[in-house]
């Protein structure tokens, strides 16, 4: 299963980026997905996760910043990062999982390469 993630790149802090994770029409339909980050040398971190039918959660450390959202037309997962801080520099990661009551989520099936997002200050 091929996960093409992109919209990573360089921005100042306030700036804004999106990221987006293409798949195969049946893998995004029939799934959870969810956006990952992992900074040098933290452990990967659940960042938000968006159900097959579209229920949301976000980490704490969004604060209302990014929204995750699906584009059934293109069988695309997105994630819209604003107001972003220098803490959110990290390569992000698009996964294919399962959720679960209570805002968990198990990243169970499919990685995705990761695009790197950095925030200068």
């Known amino acids: 299963v091929q996960l093409q993630a992109s919209g990573g790149g360089l921005v100042q802090t306030g700036g804004s980026l999106r990221l987006s994770c293409a798949t195969s029409r049946s893998v995004f339909s029939d799934n959870d997905m969810a956006w990952y980050r992992q900074a040098p040398g933290k452990e990967r971190e659940l960042v938000a996760f968006?159900?097959?039918?579209?229920?949301?959660w976000y980490g704490d450390f969004v604060q209302g910043r990014f929204t995750i959202s699906r584009d059934s037309a293109k069988n695309t997962v997105l994630l819209q990062m604003n107001s972003l801080k220098p803490e959110d520099t990290a390569v992000y990661y698009c996964?294919?999982?399962?959720?679960?009551?209570?805002?968990?989520?198990?990243?169970?099936?499919?990685w995705g390469k990761g695009t790197q997002v950095t925030v200068s200050s």
């Open positions: 996964n294919v999982g399962r959720s679960f009551e209570h805002g968990t989520y198990a990243p169970v099936l499919y």
């Open positions: 968006i159900t097959n039918t579209g229920t949301r």
